[in-house]
């Protein structure tokens, strides 16, 4: 089955860290939120103290109706 993945929802280059990381691991999360958007509006408003955007370490958003969300 082949998953179609919809790259509508990119995050700024600001919030993720953009050359390749060394992976150790696969995390899976559950977010409390309304669908994919929400979170990821929720994401673009997360700062530090001093105003500067967090990194998000997520690279896909899988939102209520299964469909998948890729960061970039």
């Known amino acids: 089955m082949k998953v179609k ?13 953009a050359e390749p990381q060394v992976k150790s691991g696969i995390a899976l999360h559950h977010t409390v939120s309304d669908d994919a958007h929400s979170a ?3 994401w673009h408003a997360d700062t530090t103290a001093t105003g500067k955007p967090r990194h998000v370490a997520t690279a ?11 960061r970039n």
């Open 5 to 17: 993945v919809n790259r509508g929802l990119a995050l700024p280059t600001s919030e993720y860290f």
């Open 40 to 42: 990821v509006r929720w």
């Open 60 to 70: 896909y958003v899988i939102d209520n109706d299964g469909t998948v969300f890729e």
